[in-house]
């Protein structure tokens, strides 16, 4: 069997091996609270699980004749420490301090460009492992309970980041992923104006101790077209740097179908319309992750370029 295809196997099968591990051992049976999730719902979040893993297999075998897909020490050290980064610096951010308003918990992310960084310097591999792994330990270690089909959807983020190593030229990709990218950010924008009065479940009123007596803001609404506009002035600006381009350009589309994915999942989980899914859920966790991707991932670019320039590589 072919070397690549059979550490691409092992890599997807070891995902999915710590995500059970943690959710049905550690959770489940030992009942440890930080890793549980709700058990009503937990074989349809693995069936997105599973999905997710699908999707990046599938986009592997579309292309697994390219050298991005090599998995050696090398990739697999890179796996682990964009994990360990990734959980430390999400468990720092995601606490009820920098909630954002939504349906659900959602919280500010700067975190968010370390498996886009890593996806983008390493390869699609590496930022798939240290975006859903990463993701998964640092809701543990927030308390909160975890949701694998969101963890899922960070790798899948980490892992669309990394795409640009499939191309010989990394510039042509470039203008075609920012229309697709920018087309789904005004079809997700005009949604939020079509249902501005969805109510903001994370405010409360302690004076009448009630829930959602509050509309979703307008910032959580147009802030992925904030996102969009800063990415724009990246692509351009920098337009001569090709890695940071690339880099900026491919994390919004990996940033924008990863958290679509997470969202509409949550149709089927927790029973949201459509409308609330995108509105209550993709665009306040979007709108700031892309936000915090166009003036944080260029920074990591240029550390990055760096330390390899000083290093002689």
């Known amino acids: 069997m072919d070397k690549k295809l059979v550490n691409m196997l092992v890599t997807l099968v070891v995902v999915l091996a710590i995500f059970a591990l943690a959710v049905f051992l550690v959770g489940n049976v030992m009942g440890v609270e930080r890793f549980q999730t709700d058990q009503a719902t937990v074989l349809l979040r693995f069936a997105f699980v599973v999905l997710g893993i699908l999707i990046a297999f599938v986009v592997y075998l579309a292309t697994r004749q390219n050298k991005a897909w090599e998995i050696g020490t090398r990739q697999v050290v890179w796996m682990a420490i964009g994990a360990a980064l990734y959980a430390v610096f999400s468990w720092l951010f995601n606490g009820s301090v920098f909630v ?75 203008d075609t992923v920012l229309i697709i990218g920018g087309v789904l950010a005004l079809l997700a924008a005009a949604v939020y104006l079509l249902n501005r009065a969805l109510p903001n479940m994370m405010f409360f009123d302690p004076a009448n101790n009630i829930f959602g007596d509050a509309p979703i803001t307008a910032f959580a609404g147009i802030s992925l077209l904030v996102g969009l506009v800063l990415v724009l002035l990246v692509r351009f600006i920098f337009g001569k740097n090709i890695d940071i381009a690339a880099a900026v350009t491919w994390s919004m589309l990996g940033n924008i179908l990863g958290i679509g994915f997470a969202a509409i999942s949550d149709i089927w989980i927790n029973g949201y319309s459509p409308a609330a899914a995108i509105v209550g859920e993709f665009l306040p966790a979007a709108g700031p992750n892309l936000i915090f991707a166009a003036i944080l991932v260029p920074l990591l670019v240029v550390a990055y370029a760096a330390v390899q320039k000083q290093s002689g590589r």
């Open 100 to 174: 954002v308003p939504s349906i659900s918990q959602v919280a500010l992310r700067p975190a968010i460009a370390i498996p886009m960084f890593f996806g983008y310097a390493f390869g699609p591999v590496v930022g798939f492992f240290s975006g859903a792994v990463g993701n998964m330990f640092g809701d543990a270690l927030t308390g909160f309970g975890l949701s694998p089909q969101w963890s899922i959807a960070n790798g899948l983020i980490g892992f669309i980041a990394g795409l640009p190593m499939l191309f010989a030229n990394k510039k042509k990709s470039l």
